[in-house]
Antibody, heavy 117, light 112 residues
Framework: EVQLLESGGGLVQPGGSLRLSCAAS????????MIWVRQAPGKGLEWVSE????????YYANSVKGRFTISRDNSKNTLYLQMNSLRDEDTAVYYC??????????WGQGTLVTVSS | DIVMTQTPLSSPVTLGQPASISCRSS???????????LSWLQQRPGQPPRLLIY???NRFSGVPDRFSGSGAGTDFTLKISRVEAEDVGVYYC?????????FGQGTKLEIK
């Protein structure tokens, strides 16, 4: 059974940094692209970033480009999202998802990031 | 960026009756490999999203056959043949043909 478990969320001040992790199990992690999607309170879904299976390709939403960095450690079956220069509008639940066939086939439960002074 | 527009934004439906959600993209979603990377997701209250349909019309594992997807190019539809109580939630279309991937605004399905 595919399992994705996000961690690392919390309260951070504007301008601060946070690193999210997503521990994967139940599938061959190194064979799949991985995706971060966020959802602000009461709002819809926003695609944040994607990383290719081997880690050589990374892609970002314009709203986070230059501030967020996606990475992965295939030896640890873990996906990361380093978030710097955080803004109020980055407040959201952050989900990691497994990518396949141009879709997000499995999702974690999410971790809440709150940016506030 | 490709803009995804869903209609309606809210859909009150009677149990056992059909429901339909439309999703329109601002440009063609046909990728250079010939595939169209349009998917549909369901988000029940308090839950993470769940994949229902990928590449326009392919049901994901475990998805009931009352859910179906159709369309081509820029116009796509999700249909539920007979709505059940467990179908309440918000439905999103998503395009993965071009970065940045984008979602529709979401359609809230509720029971009358």
């Amino acid at each position: 059974e595919v399992q994705l478990l996000e961690s690392g969320g919390g309260l951070v001040q504007p301008g601060g940094s946070l690193r999210l992790s997503c521990a994967a199990s139940g599938f061959t992690f190194s064979s799949y692209s991985m995706i971060w999607v966020r959802q602000a309170p009461g709002k819809g879904l926003e695609w944040v970033s994607e990383i290719s299976a081997g880690g050589g390709g990374t892609y970002y939403a314009n709203s986070v480009k230059g501030r967020f960095t996606i990475s992965r450690d295939n030896s640890k079956n873990t996906l990361y999202l380093q978030m710097n220069s955080l803004r109020d509008e980055d407040t959201a639940v952050y989900y990691c998802a497994k990518g396949l066939m141009g879709a997000t086939t499995n999702w974690g439960q999410g971790t809440l990031v709150t940016v506030s002074s | 960026d490709i803009v995804m527009t869903q209609t309606p934004l809210s859909s009150p439906v009677t149990l056992g009756q059909p429901a339909s959600i439309s999703c329109r993209s601002s440009q063609s979603l046909v990728f250079s490999d010939g595939n169209t990377y349009l998917s549909w997701l369901q988000q029940r209250p308090g839950q993470p999203p769940r994949l229902l349909i990928y590449k326009i019309s392919n049901r994901f594992s475990g998805v009931p056959d009352r859910f179906s997807g159709s369309g081509a190019g820029t116009d796509f539809t999700l249909k539920i043949s007979r709505v059940e109580a467990e179908d309440v939630g918000v439905y999103y279309c998503m395009q993965a043909t071009q970065f940045p991937y984008t979602f529709g605004q979401g359609t809230k399905l509720e029971i009358k």
